[in-house]
């Protein structure tokens, strides 16, 4: 069964350093999204990326934060200047597209990263 | 402002009872989607809902668009049912897809 893969599963970063999550979506899959879980807290929405550009982006998704699809399998999350409060797991997800442009179907999540910025 | 209330936060039930996880939500929506977080930190999808009931297996899953509430159900639930449940929509006024979550509600079954 296909599954969405993130890279690497945890990552110990120094303050101010910039870091690069990966992950490996569905491969048929159009939409794609990035997520994040403070320990203890809810999971939040971070941006959503489709058709080779952002889509849309919460407020946490700052000027520190960009994504790409470099190579049209992979979709990266970059944080330039990592501070110690982007600690928390971060969840890449994807889905497929059926409905009147909208992604309306069901959100498939990789593992998570557990970043670590010390 | 919680967009999302889930309860009960934690739950503990003795093996083969009936369990419900309930979630309210204040904002219109295209979508309801119950996730299932295990005690590592993956994250499963369950049911995405946008009206009625689905069934898997155990789990019932359904939908009040009206009232904006949402119910998880699980039948004779097992000490591998226990994780965290997560309640999270699809804001209707969104076009891609993205999700507002619930806090979770923490299940464990004893047995």
């Known amino acids: 069964e296909p599954e969405v893969t993130q890279t690497p599963s945890h990552q110990v970063t120094q303050m101010g350093q910039e870091v690069i999550l990966r992950c490996v979506p569905i491969?048929?899959?159009?939409?794609f999204y990035w997520y994040r879980q403070i320990l203890g807290q809810k999971v939040e929405f971070l941006v959503s990326?489709?058709?080779?550009?952002?889509?849309?982006k919460s407020e946490i998704f700052d000027d520190q934060f960009s994504v790409e699809r470099p190579d049209g399998s992979n979709f990266t999350l970059k944080i330039r200047s990592t501070k110690l409060e982007d600690s928390a797991m971060y969840f890449c997800?994807?889905?497929?597209?059926?409905?009147?442009?909208?992604?309306?179907?069901?959100?498939?999540f990789g593992p998570g990263t557990r970043l670590t910025v010390l | 402002k919680n967009e999302v209330e889930q309860s009960p936060q934690n739950l503990t039930a003795q093996e083969g009872e009936f369990i419900t996880i309930n979630c309210s939500y204040s904002v219109g929506i295209s979508a309801l989607h119950w996730l299932q977080q295990h005690p590592g930190g993956g994250i499963v999808s369950l049911f995405m809902l946008s009206s009625g009931k689905k069934k898997h297996g155990r789990l019932i899953a359904t939908i009040n668009i009206q009232e904006k509430h949402s119910s998880l159900h699980i039948t004779a639930s097992h000490p591998r049912d226990s994780a965290v449940y997560i309640c999270?929509?699809?804001?209707?006024?969104?076009?891609?897809?993205?999700?507002?979550f619930g806090k979770g509600t923490k299940l464990s079954v004893k047995p």
């Open positions: 990326f489709y058709n080779n550009e952002i889509s849309e």
């Open positions: 491969s048929n899959h159009l939409y």
């Open positions: 997800a994807s889905s497929d597209s059926l409905l009147s442009g909208r992604a309306m179907n069901e959100q498939f």
């Open positions: 999270a929509v699809q804001n209707y006024g969104g076009s891609q897809g993205n999700l507002i």
